[in-house]
C-alpha cells in the first residue's frame, strides 16, 4: 500500500475570477481541479465534509482594503470547513482526526497543521455543527450579545435575520442569558413559526409583511433594550426607534447592503442614538477569539444538554457552492447554510 | 423704600405660538410682558443678564415626546441663564448672589431658591461664563470626550462645529486632556483661523470649501480615533469613513437635521461601523450631571491658569432672542451665542 503523505492528490476548488458588480454572477467564478503536492514535513491533507458560506465573504469579493484582505483574483477563496485527515506528517493531527480550519471553497484542503484544529466529535450530530452553533456563528452571536451589547437581565431584545445562522443562535442565545422578551424578524411566516417554536423567540415580525417598524413597535410596547443588527437598512432604523433610554444595539451584519451598486443610506432617525442616549457598537470576531475558549465551554455545555437547537440548511456539492452562497444572500436559508463537499 | 418682595415686577417673556416648520419663524413666537407676584416665602426675584440660546432648543419646540418635554405653547420658554438676586425671602440666596438657573427666554425671573444655583463670579469675566466654558457648555464637551469617548493619550480628535460654543471647547478640552492631533470642522476661512489661532486645533477644515470627507483625509493621514459630533450629516459620514479600527464616536448634535422638513438620511457608509469596529454613543446632559462636580473642579483650574479661551458672540436686547438663536443655528456665531437681557 502506497503511503498517501507521498502521492499528490486532486482537490476541486472555487476561484475568484472577477469582482462582482452587485449581485455575484457565475462568471465571476471559475471551478478548477488542482493537483496537491506531496505532503511536506509537519503537513496534513484533509478531506473536507461541509463549507461553510457567510455573508462577510461578500466584503472579500469586492477591491480594497476591509478588516480582511479582498479574495485575490484567479485564486481558490477561502472559508470556514470541517473535514478528517486523511494523510499526515504532523504527529498532533494523526489520520482520522476531525479538524475545522478556513481553507473551504474546495474539497481537499492540504497545508501546516497548526491551520487545523481539532474539534470535539459529537454522536448524532455531523461535523458541520462545528460551522454552526459551535463554531464561529454561536461565537458571532455570543459575541454580540455580551461583549458588544452587555444583555442585561430582563432586557427586551430585538434581532434580525433571526432565521438565519447568527440569528437563531443569537435567540436561544439571549434567552438562555437572561433576556426577558426576545423578538426577532425573518421573512415569511414558515419562519416566524421557526422562531417562536425552536428558536426561544417570544414574537416574530415578518418583514416581507409589512413596516418592521409598526410590526416592531406592537410586538415590543414596552420598547428594545438590546439590539443585534444583521440586516441594516430599514431594521435599524425601525430599531433605532423602537429603542429605549441607554439601549445597546451590536451591528454585526447589514446585508441590505452587500450587493447594492449604490451605498445604501443610513437611518433617517440618527438623532434617537442622542435624544436616547444610544450605543451602536460594529464588530467582527477577529478581535474577539479571546472569548472562544468562554463561549466554547458554556455552549458545548448548552449543546449537550439540548438546550440550543441547530438547524442546517445543506447544498451538496462544491459545484453548486456559489448557488448556496446566493441564496444564503436572499435568505433562502434556514439556520447555518453549510455546502456538502464529501465525506 | 418699599420692600422689593412684596412688590409686583415686570417681566418681558419670550413665548412660543406654534410650532415651527423648518426654519423658526417669527410668527411662530410671540413676546409678551408679564406682571410678576410678590414673592411667596422661600422665593427670589432674578434680575436676569444673560440667556443661552442652544441647538437642542429647536427639538423643544416640536411637539412629541423626546428626552425633554416639548415647549408649550403660548407659554413663555426655558433655557439656561444667568443673572443677579435682586429680591429675596430665601436666607440661602441674598439679594445681590449670582445665579445661573433655567428660567431663560425672559429679563426677570422668580421662583423657589431652589431652582437658581449661586456661581462664583470671575474677575474681569461675565457671569455668561457659567453659560459657556464653566457651565453646560463646557460640561458637554467634558462629558462627551470623556465618559462617551474615552478619550485616550495620542488620540487624533476630529470635531464638527468646532468654532461654536461646544466645539470651540471641545478642541481645548481635548488638547488638555492628551490628544495627539485635534481636527476641527466650521465654515469660512476666518473660523478656521479660530480654531488653530485659539481653539488648540492643529488643522481646521472649511465644509463650505469642499466635501469633508476629502479635506478629513488630507488633515487625518493616519485617520481618526475619537469623533466629537455636533452636527451630524456629511460631516458623520466622513468621520466613518475616516475612523481607525476601535474608533470611538461621542454623538452630541446633528444640528443638519434640526430644521430639516423631511428626516435626513444617515450615512451611506454605516457598514463602517461594523468592519472598524466602531463604537457611536449618543448623549444629552440630563445624563451625566453627575460628573459637573468633577468638570467643575478642573475646568476652573484650567480657566483661571488660562488654558482655556472663551469667547461668545452676545446679542443685545431680549427682543432680539429669536433672532439669536436662528443666527446660532445657521453658525453665525463663534463660540458660545448668548443674549444679553439685562445688566
Redesign the interface.
Known amino acids: 500500500m502506497t503511503d498517501a503523505t507521498s502521492t499528490t492528490a486532486r482537490s476541486t476548488q472555487v476561484q475568484l475570477v472577477r469582482r462582482p458588480q452587485g449581485w455575484p454572477d457565475d462568471a465571476d467564478f471559475r471551478t478548477v481541479e488542482v493537483e496537491l503536492p506531496p505532503l511536506g514535513d509537519g503537513e496534513v491533507r484533509v478531506a473536507n465534509e461541509f463549507m461553510s458560506v457567510d455573508p462577510y465573504m461578500r466584503?472579500r469579493m469586492n477591491e480594497g482594503k476591509?478588516?480582511i484582505p479582498p479574495f485575490a483574483l484567479g485564486e481558490t477563496m477561502t472559508g470556514g470547513a470541517v473535514g478528517r485527515v486523511v494523510a499526515s506528517r504532523s504527529d498532533g493531527l494523526p489520520v482520522g482526526t476531525a479538524v475545522r480550519h478556513d481553507l473551504g471553497w474546495r474539497d481537499v484542503a492540504q497545508g501546516t497543521a497548526s491551520r487545523f484544529r481539532p474539534v470535539q466529535e459529537v454522536p448524532g450530530t455531523s461535523l458541520s455543527v462545528h460551522l454552526g452553533v459551535l463554531g464561529m456563528t454561536g461565537l458571532t452571536a455570543f459575541v454580540g450579545l455580551t461583549a458588544i451589547a452587555g444583555i442585561e437581565e430582563g432586557d427586551t431584545v430585538f434581532v434580525s435575520g433571526a432565521a438565519g445562522a447568527v440569528g437563531s443562535t443569537a435567540g436561544q442565545l439571549a434567552r438562555l442569558l437572561g433576556a426577558g422578551r426576545v423578538i426577532g424578524s425573518a421573512g415569511g411566516p414558515e419562519k416566524g413559526r421557526l422562531l417562536t417554536e425552536r428558536y426561544g423567540y417570544d414574537a416574530a415580525i415578518d418583514y416581507k409583511a409589512g413596516p418592521v417598524a409598526e410590526q416592531l413597535a406592537q410586538a415590543a410596547p414596552d420598547g428594545v433594550d438590546l439590539y443585534f443588527d444583521n440586516v441594516?437598512g430599514d431594521h435599524?432604523e425601525a430599531a433605532l426607534g423602537a429603542m429605549n433610554?441607554?439601549g445597546r444595539a451590536a451591528?454585526?451584519?447589514?446585508i441590505v447592503?452587500y450587493n447594492a451598486e449604490e451605498?445604501?443610506?443610513?437611518?433617517?432617525?440618527?438623532?434617537?442614538?442622542?435624544?436616547?442616549?444610544?450605543?451602536?457598537?460594529?464588530?467582527?470576531l477577529g478581535?474577539w477569539a479571546h472569548l472562544s475558549g468562554e463561549f466554547g465551554e458554556k455552549m458545548a455545555t448548552w449543546f449537550a444538554e439540548g438546550r440550543i437547537n441547530h438547524d442546517e440548511t445543506v447544498v451538496d456539492g462544491i459545484e453548486n457552492a456559489v448557488d448556496a452562497f446566493r441564496s444564503m444572500m436572499r435568505g433562502g436559508n434556514v439556520g447555518k447554510m453549510v455546502v456538502r463537499v464529501g465525506g
Do not use: E, H, W
Not at 451591528?251 to 447589514?254: K, P
Not at 451605498?263 to 467582527?284: D, E, W, Y
Open positions: 466584503g476591509s478588516y441594516g435599524l433610554r441607554g451591528l454585526c451584519g447589514a447592503g451605498p445604501v443610506p443610513g437611518p433617517r432617525n440618527m438623532f434617537r442614538i442622542i435624544t436616547q442616549g444610544l450605543t451602536l457598537k460594529g464588530f467582527t478581535d
